[in-house]
Structures are given as C-alpha cells and as structure tokens.
C-alpha cells in the first residue's frame, strides 16, 4: 500500500468529518434560534438510548472488516445478521418505552420521537456492514461526500419540518432521514450483496473481537450519556437542552480542531518501537500544539459568551451562558488526555486503556449521579474534577510506561497556558474599556481581535526570548525566512 494512498485517505477522512460537523453545527445555530431549550432537551434525551443503541448494534463491525482475514463472505453475512438482530432489539425497546417515556414527561411530541428514531438502530447497522467493506477499499472520498451530503439533506428536512411547526419532532425526522439516505448511498456504491437465507460457518473469534472493540468505543460514551440521563430525570428536559449546547460547542470545536491531530499522532507515535525517547518528543509535541489550539478558542469563547451566545443562538440561550464559560474550563485539562489512547496503543499496552476508560466510567458515574441532584453548576463542577483525576491518571500512566516526567508535561504546556492567560487579560481589560459604549456585536468583534494579537504576541515574544524552543522549531519549518528574521531574531 503505498504511502500517498494513505495520505489521501486521511486527507479525504479528516474533510468528510470536518465538513459534517461544520454543517450540524450550522445547523445547531439556525435551529436554536427557532427552538427552545426544552425541544433540545428532549431530542438529546432520545439520544441516550440512540448513541449507545447504535455502537453496541454496530458490534464494531466497521473496524473489524477492513481486517484482511474478516473479508470473507462469511465473515460479512455474520457480521450483518448479528449486528441487525442487535439493532432489532434496541427498535422494539424503543417502540415500546415511548409512550410511557411521553406520559412521565408530559410530552406527546417525546413518543412520536421515539418511534421516529427506532427503525435508525436497524438502518444504521446496515450501512455499518458496506462501510466496513468501502473502508477495506480505501474509498474515503466516496464516504466523504456521504457523511457531509447526509447532513447537509437531514439538515434541510429538520428546517422544513420547524418551519411547518413540527418543533423537536425535527430532529428526530432529520435523524431518521440521515440514517435512511445513509444506507441507500452506501449500498449502491457496494457490489457485494447479503444473503440471509444461506447457513454460514459461524466465526466465535469475530464476535469476541467485536465484543470487544464495541465496548471500547461505548465506554467514553456512557459518561456524557449518563449525565444527560442523570439531568433529565432529575432536572427535567430544558436544563438538559442548556447543558448540551455548552457541551456541543466544546466537542464541535474538539472535533474540528483536535480530532484530525489525534488521528495523525496514532500513526506518528508507532512509528518509533523502541524509541521511548523520540515516542516521548513527538507525544509532548502534539499534545502542546493540541493546547495552543484549543485552549485559546474555548477560553476566548468563554469570555465573549455573554455577547456570543445570544447572537449565535438567540436570547432564549441566555441561561446557558454559565454553563458555557464552566465547560470551557475542560479546555485545560483536555489535551494531554487526547492522545494517552494513542500513546498507550504505541507503546503495546492496548490494555491500558480500557482498563482507563472503566476507571474514568465509575469515576465519572460517581460524580455525575451526585451532582445531579444539586444543579447543572454542579454537574459541570463534577466533570471539571473527572478532567483533572483522569489527567492525573494519565500523567501517572505515562511518566511509569513512557518516562514522561510531571515536570516535562509542565514545561510543554507552559506556552499556551501563559499565552492564554495573557490573552485573557487583554480581552478582560477590551470588555472593562468599552461596556456601555458599543453594541453586543462590536464589543464581541473588538474582544476576539484583542484577544488574537495579544495571545499571537505573546506567543512571539517567548519563541523570540528562546524560553519555547519547541515553538521555534514549529515557527521555522513552516513560517518563511524573511518573516522569521523579522519576528524571531
């Protein structure tokens, strides 16, 4: 396989995802202009049965037959038979659970979207199978274009469907659109095709090795899945809707910002066995560049909430502004955990980190169900302290498998902590300057550029004052000569 294959597969994976979550975001901020915190509220508490539903029917099939020795006509038919008799399951349990669900929360909309949502389990796990095989043939482009065409349709039904007044009724249509649009496009471009009524030979080893990646990729789902859970039976469905539009623009901006890192950093880390010590350069690199990047953004955000929350979403998110400006404090404890999975993986202890993810689901089960019966502060306090034990976890993991001292971690994340400080106080002292004097728009548009050169130039000073020399080698590999000599010398 050659080496621009790859790349031009990853290049097509990172755009198909970037443009799908470009478009739901989008889509977020039209929808919460003509929908209220409740609508949002009950569709996300749809969505915990969904999400989980649909991992566990997936059985992790999509990974498992891009594997060489699960490509055979066998292997596909088991996989698709076992995964749709799961994803049967979860739709009749949904079928049945929605009317008592509408008549606790008092909410004949919730029933019609559940039964709405049913039949995606089982359209989900049909598409699973066929992009497993486009997967095996590399054709991400053509996945590409599904995930952001699938998206930008759903989208287009949700707002027609508001516009008629069908509300939260919307966004479990546009799910099911998308499920359905999905597995049309992926099975006309598939020429292998099921055969239900054929007797297969069963594989024991590809429903254990399902087993056990479904239930590595549902483990970092339960804890947000659980806190919704928590949220809406014990604050009901409008605190919910406030605490996902905080959570959704933090994983927006993770997603489009991080994700694509995380996925570079697997392949970069494997690429020194027995290299402890250039393993340990390239982790440090990517977890410092995943720092400058994210910590700014959300903690720059956070600032500006007051002025951006009503702008991008409307007045009726006012409430949610606290909530946003508390869950941007993740921002600060989240890069060095994004790529502990990947580090782990690298160094051949796999097994670690699915003993990390039991570890951060009891802890984060623990602090969610306690705090959800005081108030969504203290919900996100609760998580603020699962990000600092989880990144205490990690750090221990690390300085025993890798030889990552607590002190070079810290050295590494000095520069976008500082530079974000600064930039933090450049815009506290734009916001003390001109309240009273300018509208919301101009004083949100003065912020961020104040804060952008402040957080640039202190950046600059510290390459220039050789204190980051991390940051030097970034700037000299990729910024020009003549730039660099008047900057940086």
Same mark, same amino acid.
Not at 396 to 423: I, Q
Not at 466 to 487: A, G, N, Y
């Given at each position: 396989?050659?080496?621009?294959?790859?790349?031009?597969?990853?290049?097509?994976?990172?755009?198909?995802?970037?443009?799908?979550? =470009?478009?739901?975001?989008?889509?977020?901020?039209?929808l919460?202009?003509?929908?209220?915190?409740? %609508?949002?509220?009950?569709?996300?508490?749809?969505?915990?049965?969904?999400?989980?539903?649909?991992?566990?029917?997936?059985?992790?099939?999509?990974?498992?037959?891009?594997?060489?020795?699960?490509?055979?006509?066998?292997?596909? #038919?088991?996989?698709?038979r076992?995964?749709?008799?799961?994803?049967?399951?979860?739709?009749?349990?949904?079928?049945?659970?929605?009317?008592?669900? !509408?008549?606790?929360?008092?909410?004949?909309?919730?029933?019609?979207?559940?039964?709405?949502?049913?039949?995606?389990?089982?359209?989900?796990?049909?598409?699973?199978?066929?992009?497993?095989?486009?997967?095996?043939?590399?054709?991400?482009?053509?996945?590409?274009?599904?995930?952001?065409?699938?998206?930008?349709?759903?989208?287009?039904?949700?707002?027609?469907? *508001? !516009?008629l007044?069908? #509300?939260?009724?919307?966004?479990?249509?546009?799910?099911?659109?998308? !499920?359905?649009?999905?597995?049309?496009?992926?099975?006309?471009?598939?020429?292998?095709?099921?055969?239900?009524?054929?007797?297969?030979?069963?594989?024991?080893?590809?429903?254990? %090795?399902?087993?056990?990646?479904?239930?590595?990729?549902?483990?970092?789902?339960?804890?947000?899945?659980?806190?919704?859970?928590?949220?809406?039976?014990?604050?009901?469905?409008?605190?919910?809707?406030?605490?996902?539009?905080?959570?959704?623009?933090?994983?927006?901006?993770?997603?489009?910002?991080?994700?694509?890192?995380?996925?570079?950093?697997?392949?970069?880390?494997?690429?020194?066995?027995? %290299?402890?010590?250039?393993?340990?350069?390239?982790?440090?690199?990517?977890?410092?560049?995943?720092?400058?990047?994210?910590?700014?953004?959300?903690?720059?955000?956070?600032?500006?909430?007051?002025?951006?929350?009503?702008?991008?979403?409307?007045?009726?998110?006012?409430s949610?502004?606290p909530?946003?400006?508390?869950?941007?404090?993740?921002a600060?404890?989240?890069?060095?955990?994004?790529?502990?999975?990947?580090?782990?993986?690298? =160094?051949?202890?796999?097994?670690?980190? =699915?003993?990390q993810?039991?570890?951060?689901? *009891?802890?984060?089960?623990?602090?969610?169900?306690?705090?959800?019966?005081?108030?969504?502060?203290?919900?996100?306090?609760?998580?603020?302290?699962?990000?600092?034990?989880?990144?205490?976890?990690?750090?221990?993991?690390?300085?025993?498998?890798?030889?990552?001292?607590?002190?070079?971690?810290?050295?590494?994340?000095?520069?976008?902590?500082?530079?974000?400080?600064?930039?933090?106080v450049a815009?506290?002292?734009?916001?003390?300057?001109?309240?009273?004097?300018?509208?919301?728009?101009?004083m949100?548009?003065a912020?961020?550029?104040?804060?952008?050169?402040?957080y640039?130039?202190?950046? =600059?000073?510290?390459?220039?004052?050789r204190?980051?020399?991390?940051f030097?080698?970034?700037?000299?590999?990729?910024?020009?000569?003549?730039?660099?000599?008047?900057?940086?010398?």
């Amino acid at each position: 396989m050659t080496g621009s294959r790859v790349a031009r597969a990853s290049l097509w994976a990172i755009a198909g995802g970037g443009g799908q979550y =470009l478009i739901t975001f989008l889509l977020l901020v039209y929808l919460a202009h003509s929908l209220n915190p409740r %609508d949002f509220g009950l569709m996300a508490t749809v969505t915990i049965g969904l999400d989980l539903g649909m991992q566990i029917a997936r059985w992790g099939q999509v990974e498992l037959l891009q594997q060489s020795r699960y490509r055979s006509d066998d292997a596909r #038919n088991q996989a698709m038979r076992v995964s749709v008799a799961i994803a049967s399951i979860f739709a009749a349990i949904f079928a049945t659970i929605a009317k008592p669900l !509408a008549e606790y929360y008092a909410s004949p909309e919730l029933a019609w979207m559940f039964w709405l949502c049913a039949p995606v389990f089982v359209l989900s796990s049909l598409s699973a199978t066929a992009e497993g095989i486009l997967r095996s043939e590399f054709r991400f482009r053509l996945l590409a274009y599904r995930g952001t065409m699938t998206a930008a349709v759903g989208g287009v039904v949700a707002v027609g469907l *508001v !516009a008629l007044g069908y #509300n939260g009724i919307a966004l479990a249509a546009q799910r099911l659109v998308q !499920a359905l649009i999905a597995v049309v496009w992926v099975w006309s471009s598939v020429s292998w095709r099921p055969s239900f009524g054929r007797t297969i030979r069963y594989s024991r080893e590809l429903l254990r %090795d399902g087993a056990s990646l479904m239930t590595g990729m549902i483990l970092p789902l339960i804890v947000p899945r659980a806190i919704d859970l928590f949220v809406s039976v014990t604050l009901g469905p409008a605190p919910l809707g406030l605490l996902r539009i905080a959570f959704r623009i933090f994983e927006f901006v993770g997603q489009m910002v991080i994700m694509p890192l995380v996925g570079v950093a697997t392949a970069q880390l494997s690429q020194f066995p027995g %290299d402890v010590a250039g393993m340990r350069r390239s982790y440090l690199r990517f977890t410092q560049v995943s720092a400058a990047l994210i910590c700014p953004l959300m903690i720059g955000f956070a600032l500006v909430a007051p002025e951006a929350v009503p702008i991008l979403f409307g007045p009726q998110w006012l409430s949610s502004v606290p909530l946003v400006q508390m869950v941007s404090i993740l921002a600060l404890t989240a890069p060095p955990n994004y790529f502990y999975p990947s580090a782990m993986v690298a =160094l051949g202890k796999s097994q670690l980190v =699915l003993k990390q993810g039991a570890f951060q689901v *009891v802890v984060g089960l623990l602090l969610a169900g306690f705090a959800a019966q005081y108030s969504l502060t203290a919900v996100l306090i609760a998580q603020i302290v699962r990000g600092i034990v989880l990144s205490a976890y990690n750090a221990v993991d690390l300085r025993r498998h890798m030889m990552l001292s607590f002190r070079e971690m810290l050295r590494c994340m000095t520069p976008p902590y500082v530079a974000t400080a600064v930039m933090a106080v450049a815009m506290g002292g734009a916001r003390y300057g001109l309240v009273g004097h300018t509208s919301p728009l101009a004083m949100m548009l003065a912020m961020i550029t104040v804060g952008s050169v402040a957080y640039t130039l202190a950046i =600059l000073l510290g390459v220039r004052l050789r204190i980051w020399p991390d940051f030097l080698l970034i700037f000299s590999r990729w910024m020009p000569k003549r730039l660099q000599r008047v900057l940086l010398i």
